[in-house]
């Protein structure tokens, strides 16, 4: 049995301002470097034999929270980045919808290929479904753990399992710092073993008296 552990990078500030990132070189802020150092030892306990990573910052250095404690080295793949928003990219989501309505419309009716110079989906999960295999390939048999992006853990994970897009609409989104689990053995190949797994966050403080 193979298992994968297909892990979403940490906070950044513009996952927290609604930037469009893509595959923009954004670096984790000071939430994100927590929210890896919280997981990183609950994935350490999974003893895994091999770590890959996008080759964007924000994923490597999640990557490396965890290989600070196995002492294992990342492993770059160019394959794992997110999927590329094309003149999207470094824009508020909000600007996006006012520069770009009709394929602003499109993304969010779920239209695979939705213009705008954005990665069309059965694109992504092609090259991130290679990257997943060739990670799951270092440790047959074995843990592998995968630090990636959220919308290219999506597809690749739907790539491994034969879901159309349309199903993979239903599953929830990964949170920062959170991760997808898939096993494969002889009898029944990849299989879905657990989903947006991570470490649980303080409760937020009291609202204030209105």
Do not use: Y
């Amino acid at each position: 049995m193979t298992r994968l552990i297909i892990w979403r990078h940490g906070n950044t500030d513009w996952n927290a301002t609604g930037r469009v990132q893509g595959q923009t070189d954004v670096p984790l802020n000071d939430l994100g470097r927590e929210q890896a150092a919280a997981a990183a030892p609950l994935l350490a306990a999974l003893r895994p034999d091999v770590v890959v990573a996008s080759d964007l910052r924000r994923a490597a250095d999640t990557a490396a929270a965890l290989t600070r404690l196995t002492g294992q080295p990342v492993r770059p793949d160019a394959r794992l980045r997110e999927r590329h928003f094309g003149r999207w990219q470094g824009l508020a989501l909000t600007d996006a919808a006012a520069r770009f309505p009709t394929e602003h419309a499109r993304w969010r009716a779920g239209d695979p290929d939705p213009g705008a110079g954005i990665e069309p989906l059965d694109d992504l999960g092609k090259r991130v479904g290679e990257a997943l295999l060739a990670a799951a390939e270092l440790a047959d048999g074995g843990t592998v753990v995968v630090a990636t992006h959220g919308g290219a853990a999506r597809q690749g994970v739907g790539q491994l399992l034969g879901w159309d897009h349309t199903v993979l609409r239903s599953i929830g989104a990964l949170a920062n710092c959170h991760w997808t689990e898939l096993r494969r053995n002889d009898l029944r190949g990849w299989h879905l073993r657990a989903h947006n797994v991570g470490p649980i966050a303080p409760p937020p403080p009291p609202a204030e008296p209105v």
